[in-house]
């Protein structure tokens, strides 16, 4: 049922706007947390989490007709401002009710002296509300390498995942998906600070042999109309054509200006309940997928629906996370054809082996009663590793000169964005260079960009330290591809809302044995030198105002104490590939070239979980075009195809 709909509890909640927002006014009001009759219902299908995997698929299959009840753990909240504004993503990602923090390690035994390091471990942000963390991230949207396609059709031996054919379901995500490019005025081009930057990479990317504009150093003001014409080349176009070294601005997932993603695909869909027979549930933490009392004749167990905890802030890792909550209702909802987990790269895992499937001793440990042995389950996990050079300069950013980041009608910049115009409807990024660590590479590796601000990766109070001054610049170095596949998920305990242990097992800590450890190293140090040298071209730049680097700073001074410096620091935020899919022959693989459990029927994952191996240098557009391909996927196996359906403009 869709916020506009009639239960009984939900029939005097405020009917959604056309942007998405269901109570009109930003506040916490949560139209979908109505049970109505969803216990005594079966559904077709029942989607866990309403994230980059889980949403999509849902509203596709409810837009087929098949009736869909989505399960997700967090709250709507009417579109809060930081949902909203671009630039304020770090802000949601420490806002309560959008996001969810874990707590991660990267070396076993500790975090080595991770200057982000709390007791717990280190913050990992996600999203926890409807839209998962699309409603948190920093709406940066990217294709993949062709090759990553390849690679999983070549793994399975299933030519439908072929980039060839994959690029169909890009062309699927861009009808309810938009994506634009943040509004460039007067105030960016203006300021001399981000001109010499601007100028200073350009100028570098085409002595590294990328291609690009050619630029004069001595008047940066020269070179703004080719600087900016080359910038808006479309980085996707360029991926999926198979060429993409150089230089970009990111598309970035925003509707006139405001974040987009699957909440209003979810919300739009919802609205349209005679059409489309879509249920959304919120404050419904899944605790684990039901099966038949008995397997099948082949020995399967088929997933006939899930129970939920039905409750606001059930889960450990929601900022306001009520421990104390008296035994939320246990409730049972029935699935006639199949359930769908798409929880994300922790709680997938998490619940398969809340459900009895997982490795066999670790299940026990718990005292789990195990359904199938999968040692897959919770393994591979892999992220990329990100590490921020910062720079001060001597004086501010003029185009944030005015802005109070307060996001409120004393913010001057805060009414720009509300005009659709201004920095706030960026999300920080100056420019991103696509490029190889080395040039023995056979594709590129590293996603470098700037952020006006200091970001040394996630810890509690990072967003308020980023702004806390306009004058620093973070240069961000993200080594995608990484090769390192040694990270865990594994289960704390038995308790659903206990968050799991999870551990990446940083560089020597994870896969050493073909030299992984440090090729991942070497290409992140390769990154740093980079930048480096675009800092110090800035020195020649005319009109740039004096900077100094100060993370890591002047004394890490050669490439032994730079890696040092990155093994302590580096982070990721695009953690994927804990419940893979593999060839048949493969012990670890979870999940077949369908998106099929082991040993089960009925039952699929569709969510970061799934890689082989990490896609591309972001993640999220990836995610959104697999659960189109399992939209089909699914379709399939119904001998149904896709209606042709109009989606909202
Ligand atoms: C801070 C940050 C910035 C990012 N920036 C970018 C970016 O710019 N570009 C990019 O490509 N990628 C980015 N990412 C990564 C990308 O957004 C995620 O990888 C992607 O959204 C993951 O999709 P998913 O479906 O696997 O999980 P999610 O989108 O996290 O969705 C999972 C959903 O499941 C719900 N859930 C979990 N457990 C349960 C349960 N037991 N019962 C019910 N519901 C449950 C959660 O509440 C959540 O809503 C960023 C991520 C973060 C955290």
Known sequence: MGCDAASSEEETLPVCD????????????DPFKGLGDIETREWDF???GSGAGGGPIAANLARQGHSVLLLEAGKETGGKTEYQVPVLHP?????????????????????????????????????????????????ITVAPKNSDWNNIATLTGDATWSATNMKQYFDRVSKWLSVERPQIGAEVLFDDSIMAILTATFKEAADRGLAGPSVRLDNPAANLFVMFGFLTRDINEALMAGFAEGVYQFPLATKNHKRNGTREYLIQTARD?????????????????VFADAPDAMGKWRATGVEFLDGANLYAADLNADNAAAAPRTIRVKAKREVILAAGVFNTPQLLMLSGIGEKAQLQQHGIPVKVDVPGVGKNLQDRYEVGVVTELDDDFSSVRRCTFAADQTDPCFRDWQDGKGVYTSNGGVASILMKSDPSKTEADLHIFA??????????????????????????????????????????SADPRARPAINFHYFDDGDVDQGQDTNDLTAVVNGVEFVRKIAARTDEVDH????????????????????DWVKKEAWGHHASCSAKIGATTDPDAVLDSKFRVRGTTGLRVVDASVFPSIPGTFIVLPIYMI???????????LGETRKNQKFPQ
């Open 46 to 48: 029942i989607v866990v």
């Open 18 to 29: 056309d942007e998405g927002k269901c109570d009109g006014t930003g506040t916490a009001t």
């Open 273 to 289: 309940a005679r059409r489309f027979p879509l249920r959304i549930k919120t404050q419904a933490l899944v605790t684990k997928v």
């Open 451 to 492: 952020l006006p601000g200091v970001f040394k990766g996630y810890y509690p109070g990072y967003s308020t330290d980023a702004n806390a001054d306009k004058h620093h610049l973070t240069w961000v170095i993200l080594k995608g591809h990484t090769e390192n596949k040694g990270g865990t998920v594994k289960l704390k």
């Open 627 to 637: 659960s189109e391909k399992a939209t089909d996927t699914i379709l399939e196996s």
């Open 91 to 139: 802000t949601a990602t420490e806002t309560p009710d959008l996001a969810f923090w874990y707590f991660v390690d990267h070396f076993t035994g500790g975090n080595r002296g991770d200057s982000k390091a709390t007791p717990e471990g280190i913050l990992y942000p996600r999203g926890g509300t409807l839209g998962g963390s699309t409603a948190v991230n920093a709406m």
């Open 544 to 563: 740039f105002t004096r900077h100094t680097e100060v993370w890591p700073g002047p004394a890490t001074n050669t490439r032994a104490k730079v890696a």
